[in-house]
C-alpha cells in the first residue's frame, strides 16, 4: 500500500512515518504549508518544521513532497476563526483544519501524487465493521484526539490510517530515539497553530478592531473597563484587571457573560452564573453520515479536556438540543460538542446557546 504521511516537523508524525515503513507499506512524507503570513518572523517556526520534516525523511529514506494550502486554510478556517471573535464567540480552529485542510486538501494532493491512503500522526483509531467506518479514541486518554477529528465522515476514515493509535505518548517519543529520529526531543505544539507563541492579543487585534467597553455584575454595577470583548471567553479569571473591589469579597472574578450589543463584558464571584444543563448545536455531523437516532443517550464533551458528560440528544431539523444529567461549567459557544458512545466517536457539532445566566436559553433556574 501507498501512503502519503502528513510530515509536520513534530515527533508524532515522524513516528507514524517510521512505523509504517517499517510495516512495509511504500512511505511518502508531504509538508503542508497552511499558514504564509511573516514566515520569517523570529517566532514563525514554519520553516524550522519543514527542515525538521526534511530530516525525517532522509532519515526514512522516503520521499518527500511539499504543498502550499495557505490560500485554501484562510478561506476555509481562518475567516471563520475572524468572524467566529467578530460576533464575541470563542471557535476551535482545529477542528476545521482537520476537517478542510488535512482530511480534504491534503487527501486531494496525496491521490494526485498515487498514494492510496494518508496517515497522519493524531491520537486516534479507526476499525472497519461491515463496510462501515468507526473513529475511535486513542489508547492514550491523556492525548486521545477524536474531540478534533469528530466532523470526519465515511470518505475520510475510508483513506485514514492513524499508527499512533494504540501508542501511549512516552512510546512514541522513546521509539523516535531509538530509531534516531531528530525530532524525537522536539518539544509538543500547543496553541492555535498559526498565531504559536505570540501574544494573542497583539497578533488578533492586527485582524480585528478591539473595542473597549464596560466590565459590570450580573446586578449593573460598573467595576471597570475592557480593552475588548473579544479576548476574553467564559469562565476566564486571569487577565480581568481587576484588584480588590470595594464591598466585594476577596475572591476571584470569572466572566460569565457577554453583550455584544454594548460591548460589555459580565463578571461575577459566584460560579453558579456559568452552570448550563443545556444546550443547542448546530453544523452537525456525524461519523456513521447520520445520527443513531431522532434522540438517544450517549456522552458528550464540550471541551478537549473533560471527562465524559452523561446526556440526552435530541436532533431536530437543523440542530441538536443536549441536556445534560449534571450542570456543566462553562459551557462556550462557538466551541464544539462531541458525542460518544463508549469509544465510539458518534460525531459532533457547534455550540450555539446553552441555559447559562447568559447563555440565550431560558436561564437554568
Not at 470526519?152 to 523516535?176: E, S, W
Request: aromatic content about 8%.
Amino acid at each position: 500500500m501507498r501512503v502519503m504521511v502528513g510530515l509536520s516537523g513534530g515527533v508524532d508524525s515522524s513516528v507514524a512515518a517510521l512505523l509504517l515503513a517499517r510495516g512495509g507499506d511504500a512511505v511518502e512524507g508531504l509538508f503542508m504549508h497552511n499558514w504564509r503570513e511573516d514566515e520569517r518572523a523570529p517566532d514563525c517556526r514554519a520553516e524550522d518544521d519543514r527542515r525538521d520534516a526534511v530530516a525525517v525523511a532522509g532519515r526514512l529514506g522516503i520521499p518527500f513532497h511539499v504543498r502550499d494550502f495557505s490560500a485554501a486554510y484562510w478561506d476555509g478556517v481562518f475567516e471563520h476563526f475572524l468572524a467566529e471573535y467578530a460576533a464575541g464567540r470563542t471557535p476551535n480552529p482545529d477542528v476545521l483544519c482537520n476537517r478542510e485542510i488535512k482530511f480534504k486538501s491534503f487527501l486531494d494532493a496525496a491521490r494526485e501524487l498515487g498514494a492510496d491512503k494518508i496517515a497522519t500522526g493524531h491520537y486516534a483509531r479507526v476499525r472497519e465493521r461491515d463496510g462501515r467506518y468507526e473513529l475511535l479514541r486513542g489508547v492514550d486518554a491523556d492525548k486521545d484526539q477524536s474531540y478534533f477529528l469528530h466532523a470526519l465522515g465515511q470518505p475520510q476514515l475510508a483513506a485514514t490510517v492513524f499508527p499512533l493509535g494504540q501508542l501511549h505518548k512516552p512510546d512514541v517519543r522513546r521509539l523516535a530515539r531509538e530509531a534516531g529520529l531528530p525530532t524525537h526531543a522536539k518539544k509538543d505544539s500547543t496553541g492555535i497553530c498559526f498565531i504559536g507563541e505570540r501574544d494573542f492579543r497583539r497578533f488578533l487585534a492586527r485582524y480585528l478592531p478591539a473595542r473597549p467597553g464596560p466590565i459590570r455584575t450580573p446586578d449593573g454595577r460598573t467595576l471597570g473597563e475592557h480593552s475588548g470583548i473579544m479576548y476574553h471567553t467564559l469562565g476566564q479569571r486571569q487577565g480581568l484587571g481587576l484588584g480588590g473591589v470595594r464591598g466585594a469579597p476577596d475572591r476571584p472574578w470569572y466572566v460569565v457573560g457577554k453583550d455584544i450589543g454594548t460591548h460589555t463584558l459580565i463578571v461575577a464571584q459566584d460560579e453558579h452564573w456559568l452552570q448550563a444543563r443545556r444546550l443547542t448545536a448546530s453544523g452537525l455531523t456525524w461519523v456513521a453520515g447520520a445520527a443513531p437516532a431522532p434522540t438517544f443517550r450517549c456522552t458528550a464533551r464540550t471541551r478537549y479536556r473533560q471527562d465524559d458528560q452523561a446526556c440526552e440528544v435530541q436532533i431536530t431539523a437543523a440542530a441538536a438540543e443536549v441536556r445534560f444529567d449534571a450542570p456543566q461549567r462553562a459551557v462556550t459557544p462557538g466551541q464544539a460538542v462531541v458525542f460518544y458512545d463508549g469509544d465510539r466517536c458518534l460525531g459532533g457539532g457547534t455550540i450555539e446557546m446553552t441555559d447559562a445566566a447568559y447563555g440565550g436559553l431560558e436561564p437554568n433556574p
